[in-house]
Nanobody
């Protein structure tokens, strides 16, 4: 079984910062890309940022220059999202996502965390 567990969400004022973490655990042979998505009320889930196992990074235009994605340098099973200069429109449930090969005999599967709420409000 593979699990992704997010932490670090909460309420913050506009202009503030939050750091989200997501740890993958369970039967894992290799983790490929990891990323963050978000879903605001009444809207579709959208990509925020992704990072490959080789370190290639992609950001949504709406967060470029404000958010930074990174991975744990050692185990590489944890992904972080540093969110600075937060805006009310960043309010959403943030989901962690990872493409994982559980065992060498398996196929690569996409896993999702349960989400963490981020609210930006004064």
């Amino acid at each position: 079984q593979v699990q992704l567990v997010e932490s670090g969400g909460g309420l913050v004022q506009p202009g503030g910062s939050l750091r989200l973490s997501c740890a993958a655990s369970g039967t894992i042979f290799k983790i490929y890309a990891m990323g963050w998505y978000r879903q605001a009320p009444g809207k579709q889930r959208e990509l925020v940022a992704t990072i490959t196992s080789g370190g290639s990074i992609n950001y949504a235009d709406s967060v470029k220059g404000r958010f930074t994605i990174s991975r744990d340098n050692n185990a590489k099973n944890t992904v972080y999202l540093q969110m600075d200069s937060l805006k009310p429109e960043d309010t959403a449930v943030y989901y962690c996502n990872a493409n994982i090969l559980p065992r060498i005999i398996d196929t690569v599967t996409t896993y999702w965390g349960r989400g963490t709420q981020v609210t930006v409000s004064s």
